[in-house]
């Protein structure tokens, strides 16, 4: 094969990559809507968070088949570009040093969420934010940057985008829905940032999202992701301080990147 088939080849499955992973996200924003009508079974009903669950998992296995056939290649490939696979042990120090403060606060001056049990912290805080982490930067970011080809930033963009509108259904009015999309489209960025600067290791950016989402399920910070001055300012610290570890902790970015 000739150097410029292969530069030709390389190009389009960049191409049909890239195409797979936008049609994923698009998919990924309309989802609930179509699919939530059509999930009327009564034990889906009857279960708190199934359907959440299921659109959820209907999104990743949409996004990882198109990659799949784009790639056309095995799927342990596509699912090592994830960040699953590598070692959790420092992005969990650096997750406790990060939420300490914020325990040590909320503890102190904030009661706990009456409304908080077994089931809430099973999918509010731990099953949505792996899926969400594993799609919207596991799947999107570490494919179009590691296999597409794309620089960091755009990459991690396009699905930050997305990845707030899809949480725009939280709100009751247009404020607030421009809030909570705004919240979670800035915290889209930065968990792509982490995914990134950490050398595309997942964990952190899942141990944010999961320790952030646990704070507002086990502490009265807050209905939805706005939550009132004194939520957003142990979300502002800890998001502060994690980004500042990131720098210590963090192994220090290959030129290559």
Do not use: Q
């Not at 805080?125 to 960091?152: C, F, M, Q, T």
């Not at 995914?195 to 595309?200: A, E, I, Q, S, T």
């Not at 910070?221 to 001055?229: K, V």
């Amino acid at each position: 094969m000739s150097i410029l088939s292969r530069l030709s080849d390389t190009r389009t499955r960049a191409i049909l990559l890239s195409a797979a992973i936008i049609a994923g996200l698009v998919f990924a924003a309309v989802s609930g809507g179509f699919l939530r009508p059509h999930l009327t079974a009564d034990w889906i009903i009857s279960t708190p968070y199934a359907r959440s669950a299921l659109i959820s998992l209907a999104d990743a296995a949409v996004l990882f088949t198109l990659v799949w056939l784009a790639a056309w290649t095995h799927p342990g490939r596509i699912a090592g570009v994830t960040g699953l696979g590598a070692s959790p042990v420092r992005p969990l120090v650096w997750a406790g040093l990060s939420f300490l403060p914020a325990l040590i606060v909320c503890a102190l001056l904030i009661p706990l969420s009456d409304a908080s049990g077994p089931v809430d912290y099973g999918w509010l805080v731990v099953g949505g934010p792996v899926i969400e982490e594993i799609v919207y930067r596991g799947l999107a970011v570490g494919v179009l940057v590691r296999l597409a080809g794309w620089h960091w930033l755009p990459a991690v963009i396009l699905p930050g985008f997305v990845f707030g509108l899809v949480h725009a259904g939280s709100g009751t009015d247009p404020m607030e829905v421009a809030g909570i999309v705004a919240i979670t489209g800035l915290g889209g960025l930065l968990f792509g940032w982490l995914f990134v600067r950490w050398g595309f290791n997942l964990w952190p950016a899942l141990l944010l999202h999961v320790g952030l989402n646990g704070l507002w399920t086990a502490f009265a910070l807050g209905e939805n992701a706005i939550g009132d001055l004194f939520a957003n300012g142990v979300r502002f610290g800890t998001v502060i301080l994690a980004i500042g570890l990131t720098f210590v902790l963090a192994p220090k970015p290959s030129r290559k990147r």
